[in-house]
């Protein structure tokens, strides 16, 4: 081993991670140069030295952290996004007022461009039906009227039956006229398609009796040569 | 029933499920050795234990992407690595000023210390520990960041020449030059044959 091969290694021997065969080779190039022996006694040195002079310091504070658990996420978290702050203070403010109209019997009502709010209860459609019905039927009125008015409301309802039944009479009939139109549609197919068979049993039996004829009178011919 | 002490990795995993005191627990686990890491790297301790707080709390927000939970303290010292060399940018583009010779007796050894710091190794037994450490701290200011910190990492925290490559994420081959190169400037500096680099 030469000099430039055994400065090679002492990092090796410094850091105490030189292997066993190449400590050996050092050892013995180390016994032969003085030049290299006396480097590496002089860094091995300054190493103790440095171990020495620099002892662990202890440190000045223990370090710890506090870790704040989490809070637990509700459905409602959303709320409190900033982006729906306005939308949530609205729609509240909303519910609020609606409520407040509503727990005070408030009427609201438009009238030619007038808006008018009024409190408390008011009379309501229905009474001025009554009221209608009152104006139509007075309590003055005559068993004469009565009976009169009564008369005229059975007669009205009459008619109307009588226009009711004419309608469906004359559904109803036009419902009947249709039918039988289709039926005497179904007559006419079935008196066609009679005649249509009828030819053709014509045609057939016409055929057959042409090749009776014809092998009658093969037969004929047959029988009569036979004979002669 | 024996208890089976929770291994780094099982602490990190803890962690990253949300469990805060499991990190406290890595905290105490590493704070000394990361603090005398960086003591010794920013040669302050004001500074040093600023650098611990921050990769601390840098480590307890990134440590989901931690992948290897095994590697956490490399990791970690890589964050604290990363931390000093700002601290040491920043030293070096806004210098310290030299305290009054007369401020306190510390200061005032220190000033004496440096007009003359060359001084043997071998009388390195005859000065008091505080004189031998105040010579030594400036020694180490005057190697290279990545010098000093191979020299701390491989003589002060006992790490493999592997484990160094991959906190200064460089070759072995390269961690070994760094030592070799940094010790014997720390060498000539402290033996007084030459000056050291400055």
């Not at chain 1, 003085?34 to 030295?49: P, V």
């Not at chain 1, 409301?153 to 009588?162: G, M, S, T």
């Amino acid at each position: 081993m030469n000099c430039e091969r055994s400065r090679e290694l002492f990092a090796d021997y410094l850091g105490e991670e030189l292997a066993r065969g190449e400590a050996q080779q050092l050892q013995l190039h180390l016994k032969t140069c003085q030049g290299c022996r006396q480097e590496l006694s002089l860094l091995a040195n300054t190493k103790a030295t440095l171990k020495q002079a620099l002892p662990e310091v202890a440190i000045p504070q223990h370090l710890s952290f506090n870790f704040s658990k989490p809070q637990p996420q509700g459905w409602f978290q959303w709320l409190r996004q900033p982006r729906y702050a306005t939308l949530v203070a609205f729609t509240a403010c909303f519910v609020i007022c609606v409520a407040s109209l509503a727990l005070f019997r408030a009427q609201l009502e438009m009238r030619n461009g007038d808006f008018r709010i009024s409190f408390g209860d008011q009379p309501g459609p229905t009474t001025t039906v009554s009221k209608e019905r009152d104006t139509s039927f007075p309590a003055s009125a005559t068993r004469e009227e009565v009976q009169a008015a009564i008369q005229q409301a059975v007669q009205r309802f009459q008619e109307d039956q009588e226009s009711r039944t004419q309608q469906e009479l004359r559904k109803l009939k036009f419902e009947v006229e249709a039918n039988r139109h289709n039926d005497m549609k179904q007559v006419a197919r079935g008196f066609k398609f009679l005649e249509e068979t009828q030819s053709l049993v014509w045609k057939e039996a016409a055929k057959n009796s042409s090749y009776l004829d014809t092998i009658a009178r093969d037969l004929f011919v047959k029988t009569s040569s036979t004979q002669q | 029933m024996a208890l089976v002490p929770l291994t780094d990795k099982d602490l990190a995993q803890r962690v990253v499920r949300g469990d805060g005191e499991a990190f406290n627990l890595l905290v105490g686990r590493w704070e000394q050795k990361l603090f005398s890491y960086c003591l010794r790297l920013t040669g302050d301790r004001e500074d040093a234990f600023d650098v611990c707080q921050d990769t601390f709390v840098k480590a307890y927000e990134q440590i989901g992407q931690l992948q290897n939970h095994d590697k956490f303290s490399h990791w970690l010292f890589k964050i604290a690595r990363n931390f000093c060399i700002s601290h040491y940018r920043e030293k070096r583009k806004f210098p310290r000023q030299e305290p009054d010779a007369q401020a306190d007796d510390a200061a005032g050894l220190e000033n004496l210390l440096s007009e003359d710091l060359q001084v043997r190794i071998d009388n390195a037994q005859r000065f008091e520990p505080a004189e031998l450490r105040l010579i030594v701290e400036r020694a180490l200011e005057h190697l290279s960041f990545e010098q000093r910190e191979t020299v701390v990492l491989k003589v002060f925290e006992g790490l493999k020449f592997t484990e160094i490559a991959e906190i200064a994420n460089c070759p072995v081959s390269t961690v070994k030059s760094r030592l070799y190169l940094g010790l014997s400037e720390l060498k000539k500096f402290l033996s007084g044959n030459e000056r050291g680099a400055s």
